[in-house]
């Protein structure tokens, strides 16, 4: 009894674990994305810059302004992931050690002892027998 609960409580906390590392891993995904979109908004930037200094001959920022703004977006969003992944982790973690510790707690329930039979005396020689167990007694041949 307590060892199959046990196992399913192994079970579960594999589970959970498993779940885990699904969700961290897809936010990861997410995450690298965003900063792979963030690398071309830079490589994007450095371009325009190049060409307002080198053929417009302007050193006026304002139509970088869009880009910028998208890199601020672009950080808010993996702030906002890198937190998404620290809250996942914490409650993950917290529901699996709570399991961890019910394991030992189980394994040292002690398991119930079977009833012991009850022993009896034939009234005729004195042998003992179990009681509901025996009809005629196993010394004298008596009904019991
Ligand atoms: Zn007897």
Redesign the pocket.
């Given at each position: 009894m307590s060892t199959f609960d046990s196992n399913k409580i192994k079970s579960d906390i594999a589970d959970l674990k498993n779940k885990k590392s699904t969700l961290l891993l897809s936010l990861q995904n997410d995450i690298d994305e965003i900063i792979s979109k963030k690398k071309a908004s830079f490589v994007n930037i450095g371009e325009r810059a190049y060409t307002l200094s080198r053929k417009e001959k302007s050193d006026n920022l304002a139509s970088l302004e869009a880009v910028f703004e998208t890199i601020d977006k672009h950080n808010d969003d993996l702030a906002a992931k890198e937190q998404k992944k620290l809250d996942i982790a914490a409650r993950y973690d917290e529901e699996i050690d709570m399991l961890e510790k019910l394991i030992p707690l189980m394994l040292a329930q002690p398991e119930p002892e079977p009833p012991a039979p009850t022993q009896a005396f034939?009234?005729?020689?004195?042998?003992s027998?179990v009681l509901g167990e025996d009809l005629?007694?196993?010394?004298?041949?008596?009904k019991?």
């Amino acid at each position: 009894m307590s060892t199959f609960d046990s196992n399913k409580i192994k079970s579960d906390i594999a589970d959970l674990k498993n779940k885990k590392s699904t969700l961290l891993l897809s936010l990861q995904n997410d995450i690298d994305e965003i900063i792979s979109k963030k690398k071309a908004s830079f490589v994007n930037i450095g371009e325009r810059a190049y060409t307002l200094s080198r053929k417009e001959k302007s050193d006026n920022l304002a139509s970088l302004e869009a880009v910028f703004e998208t890199i601020d977006k672009h950080n808010d969003d993996l702030a906002a992931k890198e937190q998404k992944k620290l809250d996942i982790a914490a409650r993950y973690d917290e529901e699996i050690d709570m399991l961890e510790k019910l394991i030992p707690l189980m394994l040292a329930q002690p398991e119930p002892e079977p009833p012991a039979p009850t022993q009896a005396f034939c009234s005729s020689c004195g042998k003992s027998y179990v009681l509901g167990e025996d009809l005629f007694c196993m010394g004298c041949g008596a009904k019991l």
